[in-house]
């Protein structure tokens, strides 16, 4: 049981040890330290995601709350960005293939009309069109 304790003792001093070393200054706003892990690389993002975790430990319930909302809101907004994007990205892209597919037909319909012989040509005539009167 003492050796538990000796252990867990150990570790706990040397988490807030190395916890030190990587907490962010306090000069650095929870909002610019969000800024920084949303423009990261990816694998720097796990490091500073680990230090603003850091950070929030040492926060009091109030203070805690609030940089939590604040990431929440922050993500909430990077992600209603992202989907708008992805949204008009399709809208142009469906656009863009529905202007292709008319140019298509017209061109189909122009190759149909130019094959056609001459006394198969549509009239403008309807009586002619429903067998002639």
Same mark, same amino acid.
């Given at each position: 049981?003492?050796?538990?304790?000796?252990?867990?003792?150990?570790?706990?001093?040397?988490?807030?040890?190395?916890?030190?070393?990587?907490?962010?200054? &306090?000069?650095? $706003? !929870? &909002?610019?330290?969000? $800024?920084? !892990?949303?423009?990261?690389?990816?694998?720097?993002?796990?490091?500073?995601?680990?230090?603003?975790?850091?950070? !929030?430990?040492?926060?009091?319930?109030?203070?805690?709350?609030?940089?939590?909302?604040?990431?929440?809101?922050?993500?909430? $907004?990077?992600?209603?960005?992202? $989907? &708008?994007?992805?949204?008009?990205?399709?809208?142009?892209?469906?656009?863009?293939?529905?202007? !292709?597919?008319?140019?298509?037909? @017209?061109?189909?319909? @122009?190759?149909?009309?130019?094959?056609?012989? &001459? @006394?198969?040509?549509?009239?403008?005539?309807?009586?002619?069109?429903?067998?002639?009167?």
């Amino acid at each position: 049981m003492k050796k538990t304790l000796l252990t867990l003792a150990l570790l706990g001093g040397l988490t807030l040890s190395f916890a030190e070393d990587v907490v962010v200054d &306090d000069t650095t $706003t !929870i &909002d610019e330290q969000i $800024t920084e !892990i949303q423009t990261a690389p990816e694998q720097e993002r796990v490091r500073l995601m680990n230090q603003f975790k850091l950070r !929030i430990a040492n926060m009091n319930q109030e203070q805690r709350e609030e940089a939590l909302s604040q990431l929440q809101q922050r993500m909430r $907004t990077n992600s209603e960005e992202q $989907t &708008d994007a992805q949204q008009e990205m399709q809208m142009q892209q469906a656009q863009e293939m529905l202007k !292709i597919q008319n140019m298509n037909q @017209n061109r189909i319909g @122009n190759q149909y009309r130019q094959q056609m012989p &001459d @006394n198969m040509t549509p009239t403008s005539n309807p009586t002619n069109m429903m067998g002639g009167r």
